[in-house]
């Protein structure tokens, strides 16, 4: 079996369709039916359901599928690795990072690379967390600067920075700050700016609320997370948002709600992570020392 027989099963299984894939492959649609044809008879079984809608991965189909990405995904690293022993040096390095983590940290780290490595090149791409790690297992990513998921897939590996909290923040005069500590049940029937649905952070929200047999918070506004969205949407008003680090000047007027760490923990572990095993460039290794040192 050749790589291309790999990226032509790919290419079919990612749209389903051997006409949308053999378009995107620049071949014919007989060619690559019989690319599938070749595929399946090596392996002694069939790969895919043909349906009136496409082309359906089976069990076996859906097995094999999962070890040809990893397939490519070797392949790749050790094209990166052959050129970076070729050239002394891999000249982009891909960085994905959190709308969430600190300027400093980022910029910092990413301003000295830049000056020690004059040729060097980033392609540095903002996403949510769970988009992150989609990419980042899908191989478009070299790193990414995240909060660490508290479960994580056993095929990346990470590296905590710092930690810190997300804070339950709402207008200095909300009457909910006269009380001393909070329970969940005593944010019950607030509204809230809160991020969309899919975001972890949003998630966690509703499942400790759901888990003490309480409604799911009230969203008024859902968006992508953003420290000045939040401070913007909720100030003078009974809505209460969340903020992920400390206020300071910047949201005068707002103040953190203090919710009993029992009833809904809010800290997070924030560091780097890359695929376990991946090939990582010289500039990669670098960058994730610069971090290291922007945080001692």
């Known amino acids: ?23 995107m492959l620049g071949i014919t649609q007989p060619a690559l039916t019989k690319a599938i044809q070749r595929i399946e008879m090596q392996l002694g079984m069939p ?12 069990q076996a189909g859906n097995a094999f599928i999962a070890r040809a990405r ?32 600190p300027n400093s940290l980022l910029v910092g780290a990413c ?15 903002q996403k949510m967390a769970r988009d992150l790690l989609d990419s980042l297992l899908a191989g478009e990513l070299d790193l990414i600067l995240a909060p660490i998921p508290r479960k994580l897939p056993e095929n990346l590996s990470a590296h905590e920075l710092f930690s810190d909290r997300i804070w339950i923040v709402a207008d200095e005069d909300h009457p909910l700050h006269r009380l001393p500590e909070l329970s969940l049940a005593a944010l019950a029937g607030q509204e809230w700016v809160l991020p969309a649905p899919h975001i972890l952070l949003r998630q966690q929200i509703d499942s400790a609320f759901l888990a003490q047999g309480l409604p799911a918070p009230t969203v008024r ?29 910047k949201a005068k007027g707002m103040r953190p709600l203090h919710v009993a760490a029992h009833e809904l923990d809010l800290r997070r572990r924030i560091g780097v992570m890359h695929r376990s095993g991946a090939y990582l460039s010289p500039l990669a290794h670098r960058l994730m020392e610069l971090f290291r040192e922007q945080v001692d």
């Open 47 to 58: 790969l895919f359901e043909r349906t009136s809608r496409g082309m359906k991965p089976l």
């Open 221 to 249: 506004v859902d968006l992508d997370f953003s420290r000045v969205s939040v401070f913007q949407l909720i100030k003078g008003t009974n809505m209460l948002g969340l903020i992920s680090m400390d206020l300071g000047d």
């Open 111 to 125: 301003r000295q690379l830049l000056r020690e490595r004059p040729v060097a090149r980033l392609r540095m791409r």
């Open 70 to 101: 990893r397939i490519q995904l070797e392949y790749e690293d050790a094209l990166k690795e052959m050129q970076g022993i070729r050239t002394g040096e891999q000249g982009i390095l891909r960085l994905g990072y959190s709308p969430s983590v």
């Open 1 to 23: 079996m050749e790589t291309r027989d790999l990226d032509y099963l790919l290419a079919v299984s990612a749209h389903g369709s051997v006409g949308q894939a053999a378009e």
